[in-house]
């Protein structure tokens, strides 16, 4: 009977050692923002980039300013449209982007506070691009399949007015905390450099430390990302945050272990059983960059959102996790609208992130003669 009473014991201590419900403390919280909702767009690269930008004016200035996110997408629309119809419709249009789209539209256009243009034109209270989106791919296709074969000159002010009804036309001065402000000039206020910030990626179908175009749906601008050896990509992730340096974050967040609910992504060493890993502490599996690169050209990580790299969280067993800022809002979703990421996840499931130069490693810089 003592046999079978200290064998029962033997497993059940094995079994809450194996796998224990959450609890996070934090370890390295950088100052950002308040989580918002991008309503019902796929506008993700803006809200999470924008507010990666909210975070560096705060880092460089001490500033709290909230930035227009539809700024951003109202100056970058065109774009993806020039493109769409450039390439005669063999492109894609569509409402996602990348962070460098932004960093494109501020260096080209400067930077507004969202009091100045919320891009909601007094008609919604929430963000919804869904007619936005269809009336200008509608046109776009019009464009592209007339069947004079010539291109209209009036097209381009066509999409320019459509921007103008549903996002409202782009602010040229305006008032700020008392003063008098432009676009290019409330750049210089806040301090930000375009020209300051990289993009990192990780795959071994590229020469490292060299740049190249990943070829993904929403890389419409042809963007190019430094190319680093995973366990260097993950250390300049780290070495930025130990810094004070946030990052924005492209990655899939479609598979069955991220959850916007509970606020938790982790890669579990058990396929089967994946989603316990959303509330209890199990194994995780081991990412190597063979691993990584086979998800990625069997289409299995995909770059399906972007969000903002603002911290660090760990379990009471010492596992790490990244304190990620989403932009689903708040309500009815774990850790406050936070997803608390595993290192595994963000190994397996990260497409790129961008990052002040200042933030990397100083042999990653050297390597890359930035």
């Known amino acids: 009977m003592l046999q079978k009473i200290t064998l029962f014991s033997f497993l059940f201590v094995s079994v809450l050692s194996f796998s224990q419900t959450y609890e996070f403390q934090t370890i390295k919280e950088i100052e950002a923002t308040p989580v918002i909702s991008q309503g019902v767009t796929g506008t993700?690269?803006?809200?999470?980039?924008?507010?990666?930008?909210?975070?560096?004016?705060?880092?460089?200035?001490?500033?709290?300013?909230?930035?227009?996110?539809?700024?951003?997408?109202?100056?970058?629309?065109?774009?993806?449209?020039?493109?769409?119809?450039?390439?005669?419709?063999?492109?894609?249009?569509?409402?996602?982007?990348?962070?460098?789209d932004?960093?494109?539209?501020?260096?080209?256009?400067?930077?507004?506070?969202?009091?100045?243009?919320?891009?909601?034109?007094?008609?919604?209270?929430?963000?919804?691009?869904?007619?936005?989106?269809?009336?200008?791919?509608?046109?776009?296709?019009?464009?592209?399949?007339?069947?004079?074969k010539k291109l209209s000159p009036k097209w381009k002010e066509s999409v320019q007015?459509?921007?103008?009804?549903?996002?409202?036309?782009?602010?040229?001065?305006?008032?700020?905390?008392?003063?008098?402000?432009?676009?290019?000039?409330?750049?210089?206020?806040?301090?930000i450099n375009p020209d300051s910030y990289v993009s990192l990626t990780s795959f071994t179908h590229q020469p490292f430390y060299k740049s190249f175009i990943i070829n993904i749906p929403d890389n419409f601008s042809n963007g190019s990302f430094y190319n680093l050896p995973?366990?260097?990509?993950?250390?300049?992730?780290?070495?930025?945050l130990d810094k004070g340096f946030t990052l924005a974050l492209d990655c899939d967040v479609s598979e069955p272990y991220f959850s916007g609910k509970?606020?938790?992504?982790?890669?579990?060493?058990?396929?089967?059983?994946?989603?316990?890993?959303?509330?209890?502490?199990?194994?995780?599996?081991?990412?190597?960059p063979q691993y990584r690169q086979q998800e990625f050209e069997n289409l299995t990580t995909q770059d399906d959102h972007l969000m903002h790299i603002v911290g660090k969280v760990k379990d009471q067993k010492g596992n790490l996790y990244?304190?990620?800022?989403?932009?689903?809002?708040?309500?009815?979703?774990?850790?406050?609208?936070?997803?608390?990421?595993?290192?595994?996840?963000?190994?397996?499931?990260?497409?790129?992130?961008?990052?002040?130069?200042?933030?990397?490693?100083?042999?990653?810089?050297?390597a890359l003669s930035l």
């Open 44 to 100: 993700c690269w803006s809200f999470s980039t924008t507010s990666f930008l909210e975070a560096e004016i705060i880092r460089l200035t001490g500033k709290k300013i909230d930035l227009s996110e539809m700024y951003n997408v109202r100056n970058t629309y065109p774009k993806k449209a020039e493109n769409y119809v450039m390439r005669q419709g063999k492109a894609n249009f569509s409402e996602g982007g990348l962070s460098h």
């Open 322 to 366: 990244y304190k990620v800022k989403n932009s689903w809002g708040t309500e009815n979703l774990g850790n406050d609208g936070y997803i608390y990421m595993s290192v595994a996840y963000l190994k397996l499931k990260t497409i790129s992130v961008l990052v002040h130069k200042d933030a990397l490693l100083i042999n990653t810089k050297r």
């Open 161 to 191: 007015a459509v921007l103008d009804v549903y996002l409202g036309k782009n602010p040229t001065e305006f008032s700020f905390e008392g003063k008098k402000y432009t676009p290019s000039s409330f750049l210089t206020y806040t301090k």
């Open 262 to 288: 509970y606020g938790v992504a982790a890669v579990p060493a058990d396929e089967v059983n994946n989603k316990t890993i959303l509330t209890e502490i199990k194994p995780e599996k081991e990412i190597t």
């Open 230 to 240: 995973l366990d260097e990509f993950i250390q300049n992730i780290d070495n930025a």
């Open 102 to 148: 932004v960093i494109n539209s501020v260096r080209e256009y400067g930077l507004v506070p969202n009091s100045v243009y919320t891009g909601l034109n007094g008609l919604e209270e929430k963000h919804n691009h869904a007619e936005l989106q269809a009336l200008l791919e509608g046109m776009l296709k019009v464009f592209v399949d007339n069947p004079s």
